[in-house]
């Protein structure tokens, strides 16, 4: 499913209208992005933990050349599911 069809089922399931179905899905995005930019977890209860994790830096290697190259710490995205959903995905 994508972006598209995300907001076509939003707008049929609420009946709101596609545009409003798709800001409100944007608005989702944009406040959830805010949290984890400031390194807050948000969570839906059911449904699952979108959390800020750290990756330390090491080092690589350049597929082509073979070349070690030094890769940076990061940070990134991690989503932990819900028990609600995983039982749904398992059906349990």
Do not use: C, W, Y
């Not at 076509?8 to 989702?28: I, Q, R, V, Y």
């Amino acid at each position: 499913m994508n972006k598209l069809e995300l907001v076509d089922a939003m707008a049929k399931d609420t009946g709101l209208s596609k545009k409003d179905a798709e800001a409100a899905l944007k608005s989702f995005i944009e406040n959830v992005s805010k949290e984890l930019t400031k390194g807050k977890p948000v969570q839906l209860i059911g449904f699952g933990t979108f959390d800020v994790g750290k990756r330390a830096a090491r080092t690589g290697r350049n597929p082509k050349t073979g070349e070690e190259i030094k890769i940076p710490s990061s940070k990134t995205v991690k989503f932990k599911t819900g028990k609600a959903l995983k039982d749904r995905v398992n059906k349990k």
